[in-house]
């Protein structure tokens, strides 16, 4: 079955402890990007890979940081969370990046 | 900043065709339209794209005018199951590829 799966998908953490956030997917996209979701602020891009090795920053991409070892693997990282990174967090994947994007289901972060 | 912009809310009957704009004054020649339908706590899921014209689709129609500055999601006869926030996406090529979400249009169908 073609889909984008993140873990964890529920995760409360403490200020200041790193944490990764996973996201494979298993339809050979070369492009990925990781979204936030807040209420009354819509999904805001956090950053994009076009490629294997080739990441660029979106909209919002302080306190972030991401890697593209493998086409199918695109981790989000959180170096030091802060209560401000508390969000939902989506994942998604497409053949090219203004082509149709499949979703992962989500991970609900909360820091303390 | 290049963003595009729906109306925030819309309510409707069911068996209703709705009609949800979402002005782009920025597009660029190669973009393309994207909708996308959201349920509370789950991701976006496509709905229909296009780049000109009128496209059609089993669930929608999106018309796209001669400017391309604003598009419009048509779902026709609504039933309590398209109660969803639908969002317009349109790719901005301007030398990246990071794509812009609209907030949002929260749709809710009247019994």
């Known amino acids: 079955e073609a889909q984008v799966t993140q873990n964890p998908r529920y995760l409360i953490t403490v200020t200041g402890k790193k944490l990764t956030v996973t996201c494979s997917q298993n339809?050979?996209?070369?492009?990925m990007s990781w979204y936030r979701q807040d209420p009354g602020l819509g999904l805001r891009q956090i950053y994009y890979?076009?490629?294997?090795?080739?990441?660029d920053k979106g909209d919002v991409p302080e306190g972030y940081k991401v890697s593209r070892k493998e086409k199918r693997n695109f981790p989000l990282i959180l170096e030091s969370p802060s209560p401000n990174q508390t969000s939902l967090y989506f994942c998604?994947?497409?053949?090219?990046?203004?082509?149709?994007?499949?979703f992962g289901p989500g991970t609900r972060l909360t820091v303390l | 900043l290049a963003k595009t912009t729906q109306p925030i809310s819309m309510d409707s009957y069911e068996g209703q065709e709705v009609n949800i704009t979402c002005s782009h004054n920025?597009?660029?020649?190669?973009?393309?339209i994207t909708w996308y339908q959201q349920f509370p706590s789950q991701g976006p899921r496509f709905i229909i794209q296009?780049?000109?014209t009128k496209v059609t689709n089993e669930v929608a129609s999106l018309f796209i005018p001669a400017d391309r500055k604003s598009s419009t999601l048509s779902l026709p006869r609504v039933s309590l199951s398209d109660t969803a926030v639908y969002y317009c996406?349109?790719?901005?090529?301007?030398?990246?590829?990071?794509?812009?979400f609209g907030t949002g249009t929260r749709l809710t169908v009247i019994p």
């Open positions: 296009g780049y000109k």
């Open positions: 920025n597009i660029a020649t190669n973009d393309y």
């Open positions: 996406l349109v790719g901005y090529q301007t030398g990246a590829n990071n794509l812009f």
């Open positions: 998604a994947s497409s053949y090219t990046g203004d082509r149709e994007q499949f």
């Open positions: 339809m050979n996209h070369e492009y």
């Open positions: 890979s076009m490629n294997v090795e080739v990441t």
